[in-house]
């Protein structure tokens, strides 16, 4: 029993600061970790890292939300258009043989976290508010089926694309798109969580209780952090989290 806490609460730190610094899902870090060092199945992992990413995801909206760090009205539209391509994703990738790109979320959170390192996001809010609202709601649909796809057709990367997307291409600001993209992956979580748990059934109690514990504190100290910083801390911290979860889930991926 400690043994498990122990790894639950190493692999709820990794997820919590991801998911308040990044938006990052929380299947990213804790699935691994339960597969590897627990030998938990896949699917029973990865329920509860999804059951991890709902209260984690959604503390940390509120804390981004509550320092008006959030975009609900292009948030909503976003999550529509993921929630739909991803059936679709899923549906296609069915119909597909073998195509499975296993370490694509990994790779990603690494070359987003050096991304952010060396060419931080310094967007602000007033060239934010400069894009006019039809073409905002257009981006968020083309951003969310673009996101919904990927992730249905892969499996992976759901929240490491929204913050690339909301950054790079719809030009958010950080905090903003961090806020935005941990609201979006509150529900999108939940919706995972709940079909895990109804096809697989009820997953280990104890780790289940302990990664959700685990998640939920460390969002909430690295969201309550995040809103404080300044852009340029944010963005450095963002970097240095991204690198170092990239870098140990590729170690932990090694050792399975």
């Known amino acids: 029993m400690i043994f498990k806490f122990v790894i639950c609460f190493i692999a709820g730190i990794g997820a919590g600061l ?23 199945p896949a699917y029973e992992a990865i329920g509860i890292a999804l059951a991890s990413d709902v209260l984690a995801s959604a503390v940390s909206a509120y804390t981004y939300g509550k320092n008006k760090n ?88 759901g929240g490491m694309m929204m913050l690339l997307l909301l950054t790079s291409v719809l030009g958010y600001e950080l905090k903003t798109a961090v806020g935005t993209s941990v609201f979006i992956m509150a529900f999108t979580a939940f919706t995972g969580a709940v079909s895990h748990f109804a096809i697989g059934g009820m997953p280990d109690i104890w780790c289940l209780v302990f990664c959700v514990a685990s998640t939920l504190l460390w969002a909430r100290i690295a969201a309550k952090f995040a809103n404080k910083a300044s852009a340029a801390t944010l963005n450095r911290a963002t970097g240095v989290v991204l690198a170092v979860l990239g870098t140990a889930i590729l170690a932990v991926n090694y050792l399975k």
């Open 70 to 157: 959030l975009d609900i009205r292009n948030g909503i539209v976003m999550m529509a258009a993921v929630l739909l391509f991803t059936l679709v994703g899923s549906f296609v990738a069915s119909r597909v043989p073998n195509t499975t790109m296993g370490s694509f979320s990994v790779f990603m959170t690494l070359l987003l976290g050096i991304k952010f390192i060396v060419k931080p996001v310094m967007t602000t809010k007033e060239s934010m508010a400069a894009v006019s609202a039809g073409k905002r709601i257009v981006q968020s649909l083309i951003s969310g089926t673009m996101v919904g796809f990927i992730c249905g057709f892969v499996g992976a990367g």
């Open 18 to 40: 991801g998911t308040g610094f990044a938006g990052m899902s929380a299947a990213a870090v804790i699935s691994p970790m339960l597969i590897t060092f627990l030998g938990l």
